[in-house]
């Protein structure tokens, strides 16, 4: 079993920037991918951004794409979500989730795909 927990979220006026972060507890390491998900009222959870165990490789859907980062620090067992130039339609519950991979360059990009989950953090971006 893995715990998840992320923590940042928060309120911040449109073109702000906000540091997600996803600590994991219990059975950690980097034999997971991690990705970020949102889901904002009355909306599906959507994918955000994908990493690979080792950090290498990452996937950003279109819309985050040269304005949100990915990283991940192993050692700590860490990973975060720097948002940047961020738009009211941002706004969302934001959840950091673990996948079980096989291969060290692997990246899921679905719900599904995912085996662990955090409770989520409320990002809200005002206009």
């Known amino acids: 079993q893995v715990q998840l927990v992320e923590s940042g979220g928060g309120l911040v006026q449109a073109g702000g920037s906000l540091r997600l972060s996803c600590a994991a507890s219990g059975r950690t390491g980097s034999t997971y991918g991690m990705g970020w998900f949102r889901q904002a009222p009355g909306k599906e959870r959507e994918f955000v951004v994908a990493?690979?165990?080792?950090?290498?490789?990452?996937y950003y859907a279109d819309s985050v794409k040269g304005r949100f980062t990915i990283s991940r620090d192993n050692a700590k067992n860490t990973a975060y979500l720097q948002m940047n130039t961020l738009k009211p339609e941002d706004t969302a519950v934001y959840y950091c989730a673990a996948a079980s991979l096989q291969m060290t360059y692997a990246i899921r990009i679905t719900v599904g795909d995912y085996d662990y989950w955090g409770q989520g953090t409320q990002v809200t971006v005002s206009s």
């Open positions: 990493i690979s165990r080792d950090g290498s490789k990452t």
